[in-house]
Nanobody, 113 residues
Framework: QLQLVESGGELVQPGGSLRLSCAASGFTLDDYAIGWFRQAPGKEREWVSCISSSGGSTYYADSMKGRFTISKDRAKNTVYLQMNSLNPEDTAVYYC??????WGQGTQVTVSS
């Protein structure tokens, strides 16, 4: 059974960092690109980043460039999203997805002092 499970979200102060994880089961990440989205309260879900099946290509939304880094650990079948220089506007539930067809349950990131 294909499954994505996010973790790593928590309360962090402005300027802080977090690393989110997206653990995959039921399929091999080597075969698929994975994306991260986020949804803030009262807002549409927005695309954050994605990584190619090989891990050799990565893409970011403009507001995340230079602050977020997506990576893939084949041995752990897990995709990570390293987030630095967080600000309150980054507060949202973060989701990973396979082809926007399969979604995890999300992990809450709250940036607040």
């Amino acid at each position: 059974q294909l499954q994505l499970v996010e973790s790593g979200g928590e309360l962090v102060q402005p300027g802080g960092s977090l690393r989110l994880s997206c653990a995959a089961s039921g399929f091999t990440l080597d075969d698929y690109a994975i994306g991260w989205f986020r949804q803030a309260p009262g807002k549409e879900r927005e695309w954050v980043s994605c990584i190619s099946s090989s891990g050799g290509s990565t893409y970011y939304a403009d507001s995340m460039k230079g602050r977020f880094t997506i990576s893939k650990d084949r041995a752990k079948n897990t995709v990570y999203l390293q987030m630095n220089s967080l600000n309150p506007e980054d507060t949202a539930v973060y989701y990973c997805t396979l082809h926007r067809r399969y979604w995890g349950q999300g992990t809450q990131v709250t940036v607040s002092s």
